[in-house]
């Protein structure tokens, strides 16, 4: 009798041995050979995701998986999304991944002095994101890198864009000095995005601000090819005589002020431009060839730094 107790217990240890073995043996197991993109849909059942694992040359029995299932904290409760699966990934490590969604994280990125029918395109191009797209307005998001997960709203990212942006306009306009001629936040973001799209350098951008600042005290035309350029979308290579002296909206050879809205998503360099005002006697300037500009206080001076650009033009 007693023979056969140690017997049976001799079998029971083993046995328990040899599933403890098992367990730990396929919870360890490295089981992916190399970096493995796999997409899980919402509904995807864990059938179906073992299927998607062995089109990827990941191979798990049913039996393991439920199994190995049960060794986790909580219930496994698999996400959807994007995943990159590391070389040498366990099944154990495979399940933690689905369970805690540590998806493929995408970026999507507002290039400064784009307009809205740049981002309007890059939008829709853009595979990742879903839901359809608003009316976009000119120069109220923010230029700069944004991370999302597959799947991710439009309008959601838009609403980011955008509250970024108030942040850095109310910096601004917080900062602004006291004799400032700009009257509120919006004339602050189209002088701006005027600003983008005239320079490229902050120092060259906070020279044209000065110009344009200027301009304004005196109720003289900002005379601003970029704006006519953006009114009638067209390359401002290609303005005209005959455009400079349409009564477009955009015209600011043509109106006084400013135009009727942004012109495009102006960045950092084009707002804090206007954060401390830079004080010169400017209200001039003309491309000098190199991506900078020449400044003169006078219009005969200016009418100089014009035959300079001509003749850097010619040598082109």
């Given at each position: 009798m007693k023979l056969k107790l140690s017997f049976c217990l001799i079998i029971i240890f083993a046995s328990i041995?040899?599933?403890y073995s098992y367990f730990d043996k396929v919870k360890n197991k490295k089981i992916v050979f190399e970096d493995t993109y796999l997409f899980l849909k919402k509904n995807d059942n864990?059938?179906?995701i073992l299927k998607k694992l062995r089109a990827k040359n990941i191979h798990i029995q049913y039996f393991?998986?439920?199994m190995i299932?049960?060794?986790h904290q909580d219930k496994l409760l698999i996400k959807a999304g994007e995943y990159l699966i590391?070389?040498?990934f366990s099944l154990f490590e495979i399940q933690?991944?689905?369970?805690t969604g540590k998806t493929i994280t995408r970026n999507f990125t507002l290039i400064e002095g784009s307009s809205a029918i740049d981002l309007r395109i890059k939008l829709l191009s853009n595979k990742y994101l879903s839901g359809e797209i608003p009316t976009l307005m000119e120069g109220i998001y923010k230029p700069d890198t944004y991370h999302f997960k597959y799947g991710y709203s439009r309008v959601k990212l838009l609403n980011r864009m955008k509250k970024a942006q108030d942040i850095s306009i109310n910096k601004v306009w917080k900062n602004k000095p006291k004799d400032f001629i700009l009257r509120?936040?919006?004339e602050l973001l189209i002088l701006a995005s005027i600003i983008q799209r005239e320079a490229k350098s902050f120092e060259d951008s906070k020279l044209v601000a000065s110009v344009f600042i200027n301009r304004l005290r005196k109720k003289m035309k900002l005379q601003s090819d970029v704006t006519l350029a953006f009114g009638l979308n067209i390359n401002g290579k290609y303005i005209t005589k005959k455009m400079l002296k349409s009564s477009h909206p955009f015209n600011t050879y043509f109106h006084t002020g400013l135009p009727p809205t942004p012109i495009s998503y102006p960045g950092k360099n084009a707002l804090n431009a206007l954060k401390n005002?830079?004080?010169t006697n400017y209200f001039y300037f003309v491309a000098d060839g190199k991506g900078g500009h020449r400044f003169s206080e006078t219009y005969d001076l200016h009418k100089q730094n014009i035959n300079l650009w001509k003749k850097s033009k010619m040598r082109d």
């Open positions: 041995f040899l599933s864990q059938k179906v393991d998986w439920r299932s049960f060794s590391p070389k040498d933690n991944m689905f369970q509120d936040k919006r005002i830079k004080n």
